[in-house]
């Protein structure tokens, strides 16, 4: 079949006819074509050159165009088309050639039922399917915009790195969704470009690669001719060795050169060249692989030739073996780009291997020269060690006495043993204490945390465990957590304490722990945020009746309790109700036994301390209240107030806390205690909620009446 020219004849139909007896094949292709003679209007689609499949189709499309303009001209009559023949075989014979008959009149189906109407035919270009419209919430905004664009530069950066924090999940490799948002920022309007901008290259994501390339290639360009200096706005690097470095990013960009990306950015201050299961804690060392990439010599030539001084630098084992890296390590210290080193992180650092029973025992060589190179480092201020078994009793009195933080996670040759005698010769500047999953070692050291440490404010410590091997050892390797009559002390200065499952004591021992906290509230006039999670392994009614007076001790000593705020005070003003009264503050409290109080507005810091909400403990359900006074009479005013005195009474009595114990200034106080076996993912009620109706949402909020026979639902 000859394909047809699409040019429209002018002639009459006897030149059609002419053209027709010529060549039969094209009368074919020509009966396709709408014979109508009509005008043409300027507003019409434009005709649409699809070849359809069958003559059905065919005779739909007349008709609709004739149906579709009522007001074309009359069709002229049409020559009689040429049947095309088709081939047809029946019981393996050849090709017959027969003239076609009219199609029998079809019956309705659900198969020609769903066929589109020819109005509703679609064109070329027109989409498959209509995109549902999805309905956006509505924000009901105060209707006043802030003059953002007339904040200070300093201010706006500030506000773009916080909300944008982090660009990239390091597990999967793959952006955040934050990296468009800055984007889309910068191009709101002129006062947020440079500072969208300077977040989004303060620590450029580099993943994909082909976006690493992208970037390069940019930074290569200069400067000058650009309208934004992009190299002087790169601070940090965060690179994925296995991902960017280790291979080829295809056959025309090779491999990535960090090196040359180092030569770009002047303003560097920190590079961190981590492994995708750096964040994997627990994995023994026999399963820790060892990368293929190892540092190069050009990178740290590269840093000399640029004259950059970083801040922050993390050294890795598993990019070269400890027993070449640590070596390296003081080499390298000793030069001008790490003199100015604030912030030092180590991962995976072994030390030297047990000798056999029966030989010698090997000088510590290894931790004495890594000692060395942290001291060649005058500006070091926070050192982490990340599963490092380096860390034993020849490193730790070897270290600087400049630290300010410290952070030991996992390590397992860590005991009270060598991190008491190291707190009291060189914690007199530490601020941060960070100890995490360390397996022997427990919180014996606290007992002289006051004395050793009196400038902290950071304490935090994870007594949970994590082991990936075979063995899943997960309880530590100590027999009690504090020795006999040893009560931890607390430095003033503290801010933040965060201990997380604390094991391995009894009740008599957390008594003397917690009963130490609210003996030192009155000292510790800066904490603001207290987390405590303990475990308990005793009866279950002793442990209810330990839990319910220890957190509500606990509550009632640190939390803050400040009134509500001022209603007329709001961004979103809403419109006053019509006879509406000024708005009246009352505080409505719980007791004990069922009876509500509502409280005047408080008048100093002593009432609204002990007119707090009541803690979840020792609430009481109002049906069970009800059931429980179901068949009596309401008690009168005067029995009902001396039942409240006589529980305040009995609770002042049972908790017994002075009032100058009070501390009253932490906003964030968070004790649990359970038995619960610890597990990296703790899960509670509200992980196994669904969304079913809990079935009181018929109750308004008051009791029936005992007397009556009625059913509350």
């Not at 040893?486 to 009963?515: S, Y």
Request: charged share 25%.
């Amino acid at each position: 079949m000859r394909v047809q020219s699409y040019c429209e004849e002018s002639s009459s139909e006897d030149g059609l006819d002419d053209l027709t007896a010529s060549d039969p094949e094209f009368s074919f292709s020509a009966a396709t074509t709408s014979l109508s003679v009509r005008p043409r209007r300027s507003n019409r689609a434009p005709a649409s050159y699809r070849e359809l499949s069958t003559d059905e189709s065919l005779d739909e499309g007349e008709e609709e165009d004739e149906n579709d303009d009522p007001e074309a001209a009359a069709p002229v009559e049409a020559p009689t088309p040429f049947v095309y023949p088709f081939p047809e075989t029946a019981n393996g014979g050849g090709p017959s050639r027969a003239p076609r008959r009219p199609p029998p009149a079809r019956k309705a189906s659900s198969r020609s039922s769903k066929r589109p109407s020819p109005r509703k035919r679609l064109r070329i270009g027109a989409p498959l399917k209509k995109r549902r419209r999805v309905e956006q919430p509505e924000f009901v905004g105060s209707g006043v915009i802030p003059p953002w664009q007339t904040l200070p530069y300093h201010i706006l950066f500030d506000i773009f790195l916080y909300a944008s924090d982090p660009l990239v999940d390091e597990r999967t490799a793959a952006r955040y969704s934050t990296v468009q948002w800055l984007v889309n920022v910068a191009l709101l309007c002129r006062a947020f470009r440079e500072p969208a901008l300077a977040a989004l290259y303060y620590s450029p994501p580099l993943v994909p690669a082909a976006k690493c390339h992208g970037l390069l290639s940019l930074l290569w360009k200069p400067q000058e001719s650009l309208s934004t200096n992009y190299a002087n706005k790169i601070k940090e690097l965060n690179v994925d060795v296995e991902t960017l470095l280790l291979y080829k990013s295809g056959p025309t960009l090779g491999y990535f050169d960090l090196t040359s990306l180092i030569e770009r950015t002047p303003q560097l201050r920190r590079v961190r060249l981590y492994h995708k299961d750096d964040s994997v804690i627990g994995l023994p060392a026999w399963q820790i692989q060892q990368s293929k990439w190892s540092y190069p010599v050009t990178l740290f030539s590269s840093l000399s030739q640029r004259q950059i001084r970083l801040q922050s630098w993390d050294w890795n084992a598993r990019f070269m073996e400890s027993e070449r890296l640590v070596p390296l390590i003081l080499a390298t210290h000793r030069e001008p780009p790490f003199k100015s080193l604030r912030e030092v992180r180590l991962l995976h650092i072994t030390s030297d291997e047990t000798p056999p029973e029966g030989e010698e025992e090997t000088s510590n060589t290894r931790e004495i020269a890594l000692a060395t190179a942290l001291k060649e480092l005058p500006e070091l201020r926070r050192l982490e060690f990340i599963e490092c078994s380096i860390v034993n009793d020849s490193l730790l009195p070897r270290l600087p006495s400049t630290l300010t933080s410290l952070t030991i996670s996992n390590c397992d040759e860590v005991a009270t043993s060598n991190l008491k005698p190291f707190l009291s010769r060189y914690g007199q500047r530490l601020r941060e204490l960070t100890l995490n999953h360390n397996r022997h070692l427990n919180m014996s050291f606290t007992v002289d945390l006051a004395q050793s440490c009196p400038k902290l404010e950071k304490f935090k410590m994870d007594l949970s465990m994590h082991d990936w091997s075979s063995y899943h050892d997960v309880e530590p390797h100590f027999k009690d957590l504090f020795g006999p009559s040893e009560i931890p002390t607390w430095p003033r200065t503290l801010r933040e304490i965060e201990l997380t499952q604390l094991r391995n004591w009894d009740d008599t021992t957390a008594e003397g722990f917690f009963t130490s906290l609210i003996d030192s509230a009155p000292d510790l006039k800066d904490l603001r945020k207290l987390v405590i999670s303990a475990i308990l392994k005793i009866g279950w009614r002793d442990r209810a009746t330990f839990r319910e007076r220890w957190i509500g001790r606990l509550e009632t000593v640190f939390l803050r309790r400040s009134p509500p705020p001022d209603p007329n005070l709001r961004s979103i003003p809403r419109p006053p109700a019509p006879n509406a009264a000024a708005p009246t503050y009352t505080a409505e409290s719980t007791t004990s036994d069922g009876f509500t109080q509502v409280a005047a507005p408080p008048a100093t810091n002593e009432i609204l301390l002990s007119s707090g909400p009541s803690t979840p403990s020792k609430r009481k359900s109002a049906r069970l209240a009800q059931r429980q006074l179901s068949g009596l009479e309401e008690p009168s005013s005067s029995a009902t107030d001396s039942r409240r005195s006589s529980t305040s009474r009995a609770r002042n009595r049972d908790e017994d806390i002075p009032p100058k114990n009070v501390q009253g200034m932490c906003d964030v106080v968070m004790i649990r205690i359970d038995n619960h076996r610890p597990a990296e993912t703790q899960f509670n009620e509200n992980d196994f909620l669904d969304d079913e109706l809990s079935g009181d949402e018929d109750w308004n909020g008051h009791d029936p009446d005992p007397d009556a026979d009625g059913h509350a639902w």
